[in-house]
């Protein structure tokens, strides 16, 4: 049996789900290339012509009574040149299509394996600005530049218009990008013009199963729908990817502009803008590089883009973000919704992991290799980025660190970020930098939710620490050292730059923050409430000051003031080598209980004020030394 046979079952069988109980199903149409249209599949003879005879045929069918029945290509075992360019057209070159398929319903184009059947473009092909006098490439003074009479596109190899139910399986389509012929930039950044593996253009129910999409002068794959009437249309496209690779390309592995309903499952979307290409109308060792050159680029264009789901995904090494989804700037409604990635692995070595604005994103289970960027700026929870039991760590890659420094970076641009049972693992760098926009509204904050923030060694140097502004911190939060990154302990070893816990950071009951990395300062510069107005008696909050960590209340400026509040269910342990310093100007208020145990430092400034409410009590040990920490208290005031 054909190693095609089962995957053509899988896929005529919805075609045929739909026939009566008792009524034949359709006969099933079935045409090979090589015999049916005189393909070759050497690898040398040209076969763009019988891709063409083959398009012709289906398109032609499908508008006959007869197009509504299942059909099959098959394209057999081989490597198929293609690669026609044509000229006298408005465009200097114009790429021809492959196969370019409109209105086809109930197809399966499917080859032999996607290791044994390729289709291959021809080397020399034209790509980019060239001067249609001379023919040379011609590099504009201009930032942005679109005469098209200077363009030279590289076309689609697969196109895919107003179709429903066709799958694509068991191919690899090659667009040979390291032996282009490449002109000067075309559009606003690199080359942006078609030079695309395939396109999907209002299609519903297509699946791709099997595929290697690679070496395209701009996107793998690119899907343009815009079926959906709004972003809560029930209907969906369908658009699935199944165990597929779209990697190597020169703008996308995937763009997709508009889509409601879409799922990748399996796949891997990296490497993009790394082919190196030796034209000189580039320079020496040039990789094609055509912004924003991400591995997956969801960006609505006059459409939606929505219900979106990516599960064991991969998103490495490309030379962009591996993933972008970026809100324009000004009042633009929603035109994102309900886009969730799942056990996805995002590595970003020269780029961002992920630099996410637009609303409606969720990440459950994945790992994010180098800084994930932003946030969006979310009006209600839907809106909001959530990240559900996410690693985020500075890993390199192959060698190469993954891009930092931070592990997450926002600097007023998200608002509801949501991190929950979430892990944090820095190497050298520091963890985060989230500034809220309003720093004080602790609903629009980040929160995190059991959480865990490993260190390695501590980033040192001015502006090197984390800074944290309006978090809220709930369940077991724990910021301890990572096991394996660190040297045996160092007692005497100095603190590298303190954390800054700006604005009003807060500690929900029930709840529990534990302060537990080695030589780490927190430099409290704004409020800090431990257990605020608990919603029952029994929740309470605790704030543990573990060896080798001093929380420093610090004023930013004379006018400022740093203040703690310990709420009357709540606790604040300050142990053995740890510190609590009251700087000047500090301000603690205890409703509930404020321990410093034997051999833990205590510090409080003449200037500061500390006042007991209620029940409220502060038990400084017999033994604890009432001095700053001796090697991790920052400078002074």
Excluded at 18 to 36: E, I, Q, S, Y
Aim: net charge positive; glycine share 14%.
């Amino acid at each position: 049996m054909h190693s095609w046979q089962p995957v053509l079952f899988l896929a005529l069988a919805g075609a045929l789900r739909g026939a009566a109980p008792g009524v034949p199903a359709p006969a099933v149409l079935r045409k090979d290339l090589k015999k049916d249209f005189g393909a070759v599949g050497d690898g040398l003879a040209d076969d763009q012509a019988a891709f063409g005879r083959a398009a012709a045929f289906f398109n032609a069918r499908a508008r006959t009574p007869a197009g509504a029945g299942p059909a099959v290509l098959f394209i057999p075992r081989g490597v198929y040149r293609v690669g026609q360019q044509l000229g006298g057209g408005e465009a200097y070159r114009t790429g021809a299509p492959v196969l370019a398929l409109v209105g086809c319903r109930n197809l399966t184009v499917t080859g032999q394996d996607s290791a044994r059947t390729e289709i291959r473009y021809a080397d020399g092909r034209r790509y980019g600005a060239f001067d249609p006098a001379t023919g040379r490439a011609y590099r504009s003074p201009a930032a942005v530049f679109t005469n098209i009479a200077y363009a030279a596109t590289g076309g689609v190899c697969l196109g895919l218009k107003e179709c429903a139910n066709v799958v694509v399986a068991n191919l690899a389509l090659n667009g040979n990008s390291a032996h282009l012929e490449l002109g000067g930039f075309w559009g606003d950044t690199g080359i942006q013009l078609a030079c695309d593996g395939v396109f999907v253009d209002n299609s519903r129910d297509v699946t791709l199963r099997n595929v290697a999409v690679h070496h395209f002068g701009r996107d793998g794959i690119q899907v343009l729908n815009r079926l959906a009437r709004g972003l809560d249309d029930p209907a969906r496209d369908n658009i699935v990817l199944e165990n597929s690779t779209f990697d190597y390309n020169g703008r996308q592995g995937l763009s997709v502009t508009g889509a409601s309903g879409l799922r990748a499952v399996r796949c891997s979307f990296s490497h993009t803008a790394r082919v190196q290409n030796p034209t000189a109308a580039l320079g020496a060792g040039h990789a094609l590089f055509s912004n924003p050159a991400a591995g997956v680029d969801l960006e609505p264009e006059g459409g939606y883009v929505a219900h979106v789901a990516f599960a064991r995904c991969r998103f490495v090494d490309n030379g962009g973000q591996g993933l972008v989804a970026d809100r324009p700037g000004g009042p633009h409604p929603p035109a994102t919704a309900d886009v969730r990635l799942t056990d996805c692995t995002l590595w970003g070595t020269t780029n961002w992991s992920a630099w996410v604005t637009q609303p409606g994103f969720q990440f459950q289970g994945c790992r994010f290799y180098g800084a994930f960027v932003h946030g969006c700026d979310a009006a209600t929870a839907a809106e909001a980025t959530a990240f559900d039991g996410c690693t985020f760590e500075d890993r390199p890659y192959a060698g190469r660190p993954a891009l930092g420094p931070y592990l997450f970076f926002s600097d007023r641009r998200a608002r509801r970020l949501r991190f929950t049972a979430c892990r944090f693992v820095r190497r050298g760098g520091p963890w985060l930098h989230l500034v809220a926009p309003d720093p004080a509204d602790t609903a629009a904050g980040p929160h995190f939710l059991g959480c865990t923030f490993e260190a390695g060694p501590a980033p040192a140097g001015p502006g090197a620490g984390p800074v944290w502004t309006g978090a809220v911190f709930g369940g077991r939060a724990v910021l301890r050292d990572a096991p394996g990154l660190l040297p045996p302990h160092n007692q005497a070893e100095a603190a590298g730059a303190p954390a800054e816990l700006s604005g009003l950071t807060t500690v929900r009951a029930p709840g529990r923050l534990e302060l537990r990395a080695r030589t780490a300062a927190w430099l409290v510069r704004g409020g800090f409430d431990v257990g605020r107005g608990p919603a029952s008696l029994r929740d309470s909050a605790r704030v543990v000051v573990g060896e080798g960590n001093a929380l420093v209340l610090a004023a930013a400026a004379p006018a400022d003031t740093a203040a703690l509040y310990v709420g009357p269910t709540a606790r604040l342990l300050v142990q053995k080598g740890g510190a609590l310093e009251l700087r000047r100007y500090a301000r603690l208020v205890v409703a509930g209980a404020v321990v410093v145990e034997p051999g833990a430092y205590f510090f409080r400034d003449p200037l500061a004020r500390v006042r007991t409410v209620g029940a409220g009590t502060l038990r400084v040990a017999p033994g604890a030394v009432a001095a700053r920490h001796p090697t991790l208290s920052p400078g002074d005031d």
